[in-house]
C-alpha cells in the first residue's frame, strides 16, 4: 500500500527527499594518491552504495557496537 503525501508524516518526508537528494548525482570523485588535494576524475557511483540501509541491521549492529564499552 502507498500512502499520499497528505498522509506521511512530515519529518518522513523530509527524510525521503534527503536520500532523494543524496543520490540524485550518483558519482564518486577519484583523488590522485600522491597530491591527495588534486581531483583527477569522477566514476559513476556503484549500485550497491545507492542501496536504502535496514533498519533492524542499522539497530542490531548499533545495540552490540555500544556493548563494546570495555
Do not use: C, W
Amino acid at each position: 500500500l502507498k500512502a499520499r503525501a497528505s498522509e506521511v508524516p512530515a519529518f518522513q518526508q523530509e527524510r525521503h527527499l534527503v536520500a532523494v537528494m543524496a543520490t540524485a548525482r550518483p558519482v564518486v570523485s577519484i583523488y590522485k594518491s600522491d597530491s591527495p588535494a588534486e581531483k583527477s576524475g569522477t566514476l559513476p557511483m556503484p549500485h550497491v552504495l545507492m542501496s536504502p540501509l535496514r533498519p533492524d541491521l542499522v539497530h542490531y549492529i548499533h545495540t552490540n557496537v555500544s556493548k563494546n564499552a570495555r
